[in-house]
């Protein structure tokens, strides 16, 4: 087995959990599911994620220990087609900040910013 990526989880700070959480449903079309934090210091709402599968999880935190903005690491979610989610991102309450932009041979990508400010991409190959 080779080397791990660099990446082996995220996690995306957020001021309103279930708002963060009722926009990422809405944008993804998928259910976050409340995890357990054994410090019992945070609220996390995990992504869907096969541990087995390639690519990083990640969950949703409310923590005293940080908080959201702009300006920090930028999480890309991987999609078919940026362009479906980008279509949804409004509705749910975010704003694009630039849209679906080839990345030439690497694929596609938009940026976005969150319910609670945060800088996220979508990235496809279509």
Request: aromatic share 12%; glycine share 12%; with cysteine.
């Amino acid at each position: 087995m080779g080397k791990p990526n660099a990446i082996g989880w995220f996690d995306l700070y957020v001021n309103d959990i279930e708002r963060a959480a009722t926009f990422y449903e809405a944008v993804f079309q998928k259910r976050l599911e409340p995890i357990g934090d054994p410090t019992g210091e945070t609220t996390m709402r995990s992504f869907p994620a096969d541990m087995g599968a390639y690519g990083a999880a990640g969950a949703l935190v409310k923590s005293p220990h940080s908080r959201p903005g702009p300006g920090g690491t930028m999480v890309y979610f991987s999609v078919d087609d940026c362009e479906v989610e980008q279509a949804r991102v409004a509705a749910a309450g975010g704003t694009i900040l630039r849209p679906k932009f080839s990345i030439g041979q690497f694929g596609w990508v938009t940026l976005c910013l969150d319910s609670e400010g945060n800088a996220f991409g979508l990235s496809s190959m279509q």
